[in-house]
């Protein structure tokens, strides 16, 4: 019997990890085909993007946090037009928020010349490496994450700039189109709702595409099949 139980354990932190690791895989995909042109960086759900043109035969990254040590490769985005023909290329390279950070200091590689971010204008001289480095900065030293607040839910979602978020749950049926999120920063979104006690599940919507809460690591599946985020006000 506790054979049993304890291989019934095992598989339920299985299915725990390869769930986080589909959240995450899903996450990176999300924010991979939104990345439509080269510009300076930006914050989408929880992670820093930074992208480059197609102009050299290799392009890389290095932060201050590793000491400049490590030279991180960016990838290559192809966009095609409707015919399937390649429209454009764009260059990336994604990293989490460095936790207890308010930002990061980084230097561009571009065919082996170290240089700053020529899509950033914020640099600054480092006295340490005796020469100008990018600066990217943000507000929070730890990502806002969906929480419960007196009587009510904060929901909190990070993207892009500009977009129309929408949330949805079991507490409006599914339907998307009643909740609008605020963009109360640029790509901060945010949405208070007074909810009973009970357990809620929940996503958010740009366009058409549910979305998983980045800030909150529980998730459930729910009667239906679909996988949700999911919230309990006692």
Known sequence: MKRLF????????????????????????KIRIGIKSAKEPYIADNYIVFTAE?????TGIAFDFEDYKTIHPFEKLVSYDYDNNPRGTVLFYIIPIPKNSTGISYRM?????WTTD??????????????????????NMTPTVTEKKNDKVVFIHDSEPGMVVRLSGTF????SFIYYMNETSPGHYEIELPLPSGTYYYCF???????LDGTNPA????????????????
Not at 54 to 58: A, G, K
């Open 6 to 29: 304890l291989l019934l354990v095992l598989a339920a932190m299985t299915l725990c990890c390869l769930s986080a690791q589909e959240d995450n895989q899903y996450t990176l995909d």
């Open 118 to 139: 020529p899509l950033n204008p914020v640099k600054q001289f480092s006295f340490e490496s005796g020469t100008y480095v990018s600066q990217f900065k943000y507000k």
């Open 54 to 58: 197609d102009n050299h035969r290799f």
């Open 109 to 113: 590689i571009f065919d082996g010349l």
């Open 219 to 234: 998730k459930v599946y729910t009667p239906e099949g679909r996988i949700a985020s999911v919230i309990t006000v006692n």
């Open 205 to 211: 919507y740009e366009g058409l595409s549910p979305i």
């Open 172 to 175: 409006s049926n599914w339907d």
